[in-house]
């Protein structure tokens, strides 16, 4: 059987988004292409090791349903071509299907094909879920023809083609992957590491991770990934993403992080080597009050503001860092630098010596907003070279757009990582300050504080660009004139008008001239 080509991949997995279009919101689609395209996948391979169990024992039947011989189990009368057969109330017979695997397989995936409405016939036809699963069944999805980091990577293109077009749902459920590829790329993950995110989305940040150790051909199988979402559909979404990616060692758990942190150790909260996070920006509905005198300490440097749950979500990170190995890099507004009214929350945080570097991002990376955002890295036990002291880097300008897109190139990110690497000074890009200093700028950590922008490349730019500009419309000016003077001639030559044309010859001469 010949492998399923990327773009073959790809053309695929939108497809079937294409049928939904003009039948419910592209916020919507990955209610019901994700399940789908998963117990898909669960089916074929479920077949896959079928059909190798019955050859390694001779055709022996009994042999091959033996769980042994497969990841996950799936009950005959829930099989994806059971599900195909079923003509009217398809919704209801796939949504049995997904509830009898999920029994099936209570320990890893209960819970893990959400809460769609299949059943909801204004919404989806039968005729429109016989069309999807006839699309669906296409494609045999088996690890022969896919393997695992395959889909897995035709997976995050579906992601990230349903933020494109879900538009302003789309911040929620998926952070630009050159950003998360930097952040990574920042802490540099280690085998063996435990990684967090407590606003994991679909899981990008903590997958991050897995291919930046695939690239490296570092051990990976054996790094431990936990998440936490609020959202139950986009949680199902990151455990079903690490399954496709091949991940068996990980945890997503549903719930809000600031009123119900799910990864707790008695007492306290769990530790982890690794944080990545992308929280929700300056949310205003958090239970502010049960924070103040919060279980777990996290309001170790203060209470935040009801409108502003930021300072919440970094003391929360804070306290989820590994004693000597903790490092996270956090995606923030700008406003956490320097607003006034969690200044105190701020100078108890550097006067901590936990800021490590401060990043200053371009606008235009998030979803229908030119917003530019900062990236926070904090280390517990900082390099001795480096206590007592802040990075600071002003990347505003590394960034490049395209199809109405910005991102990071890989020339970016290498400039940037080599700065925080290597921990130096460079005009008009990065600056070193001791905490002293800082703190004769009353705390404030905004960035052209500290790192002034190259002004005299500022001007050459735009002298360059005045320059251009004027030359082009001086030529279109010229252009025009020549074209006018012989319509003039020829109009005052066809009437006999000498003294008309005297002029225009005077005309012409004079912008000639210029």
């Avoid at 903590?206 to 936990?226: F, G, P």
Wanted: with cysteine; proline share 4%; hydrophobic share 35%.
């Amino acid at each position: 059987m010949t492998p399923i080509s990327h773009q073959q991949l790809e053309s695929y997995l939108w497809g079937a988004a294409t049928l939904l279009r003009g039948t419910i919101d592209a916020g919507d689609y990955k209610q019901f292409i994700f399940p789908l395209l998963f117990y898909k996948r669960l089916c074929d391979v479920f077949d896959e090791e079928t059909q190798i169990a019955l050859a390694e024992s001779g055709g022996d039947r009994g042999f091959a349903a033996y769980p042994e011989n497969h990841r996950f189990q799936v009950p005959t009368e829930a099989h994806w071509g059971e599900a195909r057969q079923v003509t009217t109330n398809v919704g209801r017979a796939l949504q049995k299907a997904m509830r009898d695997i999920e029994r099936a397989n209570p320990e890893t995936l209960y819970g893990i094909f959400g809460d769609a409405q299949w059943t909801n016939k204004d919404r989806l036809s039968d005729a429109m879920l016989r069309d999807l699963v006839e699309h669906f069944s296409t494609l045999d999805l088996t690890l022969v023809n896919l393997p695992e980091d395959e889909l897995g990577n035709g997976y995050e293109y579906l992601i990230k083609k349903f933020a494109d077009d879900s538009g302003h749902t789309a911040a929620e459920f998926y952070t630009n992957r050159t950003v998360v590829h930097l952040m990574t790329e920042m802490l540099e993950p280690q085998p063996g590491e435990s990684i967090y995110d407590p606003t994991c989305g679909s899981g990008g940040m903590l997958l991050s991770c897995i291919a930046h150790l695939r690239r490296q051909d570092k051990e990976w199988r054996n790094v431990r990934l936990y998440g936490q979402e609020r959202n139950l559909m986009t949680s199902s979404i990151a455990r079903m993403n690490c399954f496709l990616h091949g991940i068996e060692d990980f945890r997503i758990e549903r719930g809000d992080t600031l009123s119900e942190p799910k990864f707790v150790q008695g007492d306290r909260l769990m530790c982890f080597d690794v944080v990545l996070a992308n929280p929700p920006y300056s949310i205003k509905q958090w239970d502010r009050d049960a924070f103040a005198s919060d279980p777990w300490g996290r309001n170790l440097y203060g209470t935040p503001p009801q409108g502003r749950a930021d300072y919440a979500f970094w003391q929360h990170i804070l306290l989820s860092l590994a004693p000597k190995t903790g490092r996270c890099a956090i995606l923030f507004p700008h406003g956490v630098l320097f607003r006034q009214e969690e200044a105190d929350m701020r100078r108890k945080l550097i006067e901590a010596d936990a800021i490590e570097c401060v990043l200053g991002l371009g606008p235009n990376l998030f979803y229908n907003s030119p917003m530019e955002a900062c990236v926070v890295v904090c280390r517990t036990a900082k390099p001795k070279a480096r206590k007592g002291r802040i990075l600071f880097i002003n990347a505003v300008n590394e960034v490049t757009r395209e199809r109405a897109q910005s991102f990071l190139t890989d020339d970016h990110i290498e400039r940037i990582v080599a700065a925080y690497r290597e921990f130096r000074e460079e005009p008009g890009f990065t600056r070193v300050a001791t905490l002293e200093e800082i703190g004769q700028r009353e705390f404030n950590l905004s960035i052209p504080l500290y790192v002034a922008p190259a002004i005299s490349v500022v001007k050459e730019e735009r002298a360059d660009y005045n320059t251009d500009r004027l030359e082009a419309a001086l030529g279109a000016w010229l252009r025009s004139s020549s074209e006018l003077r012989q319509t003039l001639r020829e109009l005052f030559e066809g009437q006999g008008v000498t003294g008309e044309r005297s002029r225009t010859e005077e005309l012409a001469q004079g912008t000639q001239q210029i």
